[in-house]
């Protein structure tokens, strides 16, 4: 039984992320996203809110479940039961770091083996950060990230009464 755990911030969740989670599902047995609670990250978006958006998004895909986690993934991916983790990878700009946590995890627990997927090419340019900024200019969102994620961002940059 294959078993990945697709970890990150999701702060929030865009169409780059559903992607590899739809072929991840096609891929391993089960799939788990970990959202990570860490506030030192100061996420604009609650741990909870990030796993309610994603639980949305992923409701049509019945061997998908999301969690939040703290501390160490490969402590997470042990509890679940995981034995892969998952990351997607975008361009070169990714890959150094993610080589990094790859190799620090495979230290800490090498029985939990890394597995990339390369991101498709039209959602390369996507990540959470720009997606913010572009809320801030009231620019159209619904390419990138689901109807409910563009309206919670709407909300938080809509101007305070
Ligand atoms: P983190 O803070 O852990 O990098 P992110 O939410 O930014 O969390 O990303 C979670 C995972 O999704 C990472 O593996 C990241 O490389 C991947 N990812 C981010 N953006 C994209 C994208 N546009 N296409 C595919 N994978 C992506």
Redesign the pocket.
């Known amino acids: 039984m294959s078993h990945a755990l ?6 929030p969740v ?1 169409r ?2 559903l ?2 989670v739809e072929r991840a599902s096609r891929i391993f047995d089960r799939v788990t996203v970990a959202v ?1 609670e860490n506030p030192s ?1 100061n996420p604009v978006f609650t741990a909870e809110e990030r796993v309610a958006f994603l639980q949305e998004a992923v409701g049509h895909l019945s061997n998908v479940a999301v969690i939040g986690f703290g501390g160490l993934t490969v402590e997470c991916a042990k509890r679940e039961g995981a034995n892969v983790i998952l ?4 361009a070169v700009l ?1 890959f150094d770091y ?1 080589v990094q946590t790859a190799m620090m995890n495979r230290h800490l627990e090498p029985s939990v083996e890394t597995f990339f ?1 390369l ?2 090419s039209r ?6 950060s720009l997606v913010k900024q572009l809320a801030q200019f009231d620019a159209p969102l619904d390419d990138f990230v689901p109807p409910t994620v563009a309206r919670a961002l709407k909300r938080l940059s809509a101007p305070q009464a």
Do not use: M, N, Q
Request: zero cysteines; charged letters at 30%.
């Open positions: 697709y970890p990150g911030s999701f702060d865009h780059g992320h992607d590899v990570l990250k990351r997607g990878l975008r990714d993610e997927l991101t498709k959602y390369a340019y996507i990540s959470s």
